[in-house]
């Protein structure tokens, strides 16, 4: 980015060099002595004793070299002229480094605007390698002067074209960022700008740059953008030419698109727009029988539908539209591709009949906790029946945690995992389809009779599909609607209401699981970093599942009733759009966003639940609920038969029949203790009952 700046101690030779100069745009003259009258722009005169002062406050770059051509000076002259020289340079430099330093942390505005743009511009060009809080701030300042509509100085335009010229736009994620800003300095139109931003961001082959800087993105793109960006993303993404690169290549585009969003933004309903990227290239791909391509998308597409649709219709959905299509490939082509022939054993009932647990990854999050409990009640009760080991696909798309695994191994049962063994590394585009033929020769080679597997993965849709074992379970952990041909048997631990094809079972989950020991001073602690006596309110899970307009407006009546109330949204997710509707509903001054928390501690921090109407928050709730603490969940299907049912004068309290009745209920909780006494004593019993009580075993269930 360097002009070459030299400075001269005869003007003569100056004069020569600049006339003679193949690169007259790119290299300075700097020339001591009289104003020669003839020289051209390129050649200016400084002379030696204002070179302090000039080069202090001049846009030119700094000089690099010394010509001491044409003059009799000793050698011992020259060496003390380069020393004050170079002295000069350097508190030159130290005095602009000052200046940078102090606008790094001033507030654009528009009277600084031209001198912050002109002095970041210039650290820039006199830098080959600006860090990343330079270019953030330049970012900051010429996204404040587009928004802004305000006039940059000519000096700045011709500074900007100059660096521009030598920008080598592609090096680095820095170099994508600061054309981008010097392109918006330049009065390009936006689309434009943004067209060659996302054309170079696409092209961009280092891809922990990008993650390391993403902040930069962001600047750009918040989260308030976020389906600006996929949609704009993907057009430079996915061009024509998408189905004639490499798999490689096809992967990388859809790992910037998905996994990227998924480290820097926030989940939220805005995900869809990914899927909607994303589905038209997965019937492409369909089409051209593009298997492991397929099977690469699998997770994206799940994780964004599933972040807006997570409704059983919105599931059922899912599972025709990308199950079934993936379910007829591998039955019409890859079965015969891969020449796989069913599993045809039989389970033997005299011997231990091997069961393969088929996980997906193992982390600290509600299926774990529900697959773990499990386990745990099965090593202390072993049956001589069967034999259970544990295969964790261990996708590391996701990837498991270490400290989680040691967790799951103290158990005792047999664990596999399946990614280090025929992967190895944590190479992210690793042969998915190569992965999967391999685990299905595994399980096959060590006799595995019966897998139980879950839905989040393809894996799953191949092994069940290419019938793997004899006997094929399909666990749902809320997904009711997947479903394959070869799936024999459909189990769900709790409730499973009408579902017919479901053999439901209970976990004896240990009392302490859900309320262990807390530290009540630390509950105290939160409770008083709030309003002084606020009664507190609300939830723990993902913030989508409050993004619900008619939720947001019960709580808003709720709240303005009871004036001394303040409402906790814990847990991660976009809350720009909440944080909108409050302010709307007039309850932003007292709602509040802890962030990703401690259940257990807030558990009690919580004085009533208000569980939300459309997405259960599920195991969260179960936590809270076994705490014996109170809430409320909308459920209209009460009979008039119920209601004369003597569990009805504390269940009523439990269980609103309508959005109206809940506000009433909760208003009635807020203000009458001795009825939350009442209702938390009815209820305690039957929650302890319901915790231990096992109506079906697991083993009852999985078997014929």
């Given at each position: ?59 030119h770059?700094?000089?690099?070299k ?16 380069a ?8 508190s ?7 200046i940078v ?26 830098n ?21 509509i ?37 009065g ?18 280092t891809?922990l ?50 996994y ?17 990227v ?42 025709d ?45 509600s ?123 459909k ?49 723990i ?6 993004e ?23 847990g ?8 909108k509707?409050?302010e ?12 990703y ?49 003597e ?11 309508s959005?109206?009745?809940?506000i009433?209920?909760?208003d ?21 009952e ?15």
């Amino acid at each position: 980015m360097k002009q070459v700046s030299t400075y001269y101690f005869n003007p003569q030779v100056a004069l020569y060099d600049a006339l003679h100069s193949e690169n007259s745009v790119d290299t300075l003259f700097f020339y001591d002595g009289v104003f020669l009258q003839e020289a051209p722009l390129n050649c200016i005169n400084v002379p030696i004793g204002t070179f302090f002062d000039y080069f202090s406050k001049t846009i030119h770059p700094q000089i690099i070299k010394l010509n001491f051509d044409g003059v009799g000076f000793s050698d011992d002259t020259k060496e003390q002229i380069a020393q004050s020289i170079t002295q000069a340079i350097d508190s030159i430099k130290k005095q602009k480094e000052d200046i940078v330093n102090t606008f790094l942390d001033t507030d654009v505005c528009a009277s600084n605007l031209n001198v912050m743009l002109l002095v970041f511009l210039q650290y820039v060009r006199d830098n080959e390698e600006p860090n990343k809080d330079i270019i953030l701030k330049l970012l900051t300042i010429t996204i404040f002067f587009k928004e802004h509509i305000l006039t940059i100085e000519p000096i700045i335009i011709e500074l900007s074209t100059s660096i521009l010229k030598h920008l080598q736009r592609d090096k680095n994620i820095f170099n994508i960022h600061l054309n981008y800003a010097l392109e918006l300095i330049q009065g390009l139109p936006l689309k434009e700008v943004e067209a060659e931003y996302f054309k170079l961001l696409s092209e961009h082959q280092t891809i922990l740059d990008i993650i390391q800087n993403f902040v930069l993105i962001k600047t750009i793109f918040n989260q308030d953008r976020f389906k600006e960006y996929i949609e704009k993303f993907s057009l430079a993404l996915f061009d024509d030419n998408f189905f004639e690169s490499s798999t490689l290549e096809q992967k990388k585009k859809i790992f910037k698109l998905y996994y990227l969003s998924v480290l820097k933004y926030n989940r939220s309903r805005d995900y869809i727009a990914i899927y909607k990227v994303l589905y038209p290239i997965f019937e492409k791909a369909i089409q051209r029988e593009l298997d492991e391509l397929i099977f690469y998308m699998y997770t994206p597409l799940l994780m964004s539908w599933d972040e807006t649709a997570p409704s059983q219709d919105g599931l059922k959905e899912f599972n025709d539209k990308i199950e079934k299509p993936i379910e007829n490939l591998i039955k019409s082509k890859l079965i015969k591709k891969y020449d796989l022939k069913p599993n045809k054993k039989k389970i033997d009932n005299s011997k231990k009949i091997k069961v393969a647990f088929l996980i997906d990854r193992v982390i600290p999050y509600s299926i774990y906790n529900v697959f773990y409990s499990l386990l745990e009640s099965l090593s202390k009760a072993p049956t001589a029946e069967y034999e259970f080991i544990i295969y964790n696909l261990n996708f590391i798309e996701s990837g498991s945690l270490d400290e989680t695994v040691q967790e799951l191994k103290e158990l005792g049962f047999k664990y596999v995992d399946l990614h280090k063994e025929y992967v190895g590394d944590e190479y992210p585009f690793y042969e998915i389809i190569e992965k999967t033929l391999k685990v299905r020769d595994r399980l096959i080679e060590e006799k595995i009779d019966m897998i139980i597997g879950f839905n989040s993965r393809p894996e799953y849709n191949f092994l069940f599909t290419t019938r793997t074992a004899p006997k094929q379970i399909y666990w749902s952990h809320g997904n009711n609607e997947y479903d394959l041909e070869n799936i024999d048997k459909k189990i769900a631990h709790g409730s499973i209401g009408d579902r017919l094809d479901f053999d439901s079972f209970s976990i004896n989950m240990e009392e302490d699981y859900y309320n262990p020991h807390v530290d009540m001073n630390e509950v105290k602690k939160i409770k008083d970093s709030y309003p002084k006596d606020s009664f507190i309110l609300g939830t723990i899970g993902r913030l989508i599942k409050i993004e619900d307009d008619e939720y947001l407006q019960t709580v808003a009546s709720i709240m303005k009733k009871n004036p001394q109330t303040i409402y906790l949204a814990c847990g991660s997710g976009k809350q720009e759009s909440i944080k909108k509707r409050i302010e709307q509903l007039g309850i932003s001054d007292r709602f509040f966003f802890p962030g990703y928390i401690d259940t257990h501690v807030y558990g009690h921090v919580i004085d009533l639940w208000l569980e939300p109407f459309k997405i259960s928050n599920g195991e969260s709730l179960n936590e809270y609920m076994y705490k014996n603490r109170p809430y409320i969940a909308l459920w209209n299907e009460w009979s008039e038969k119920d209601k004369l049912k003597e569990s009805y004068l504390y269940d009523k309290y439990v269980w609103p029949y309508s959005i109206q009745n809940y506000i009433d209920v909760a208003d009635e909780l807020i203000n009458n203790k001795e009825l939350v006494e009442f209702v938390l004593e009815k209820r305690k019993p039957i929650n302890e009952e319901a915790l231990k009580q096992i109506n079906k075993t697991f083993l009852d269930a999985i078997k014929d």
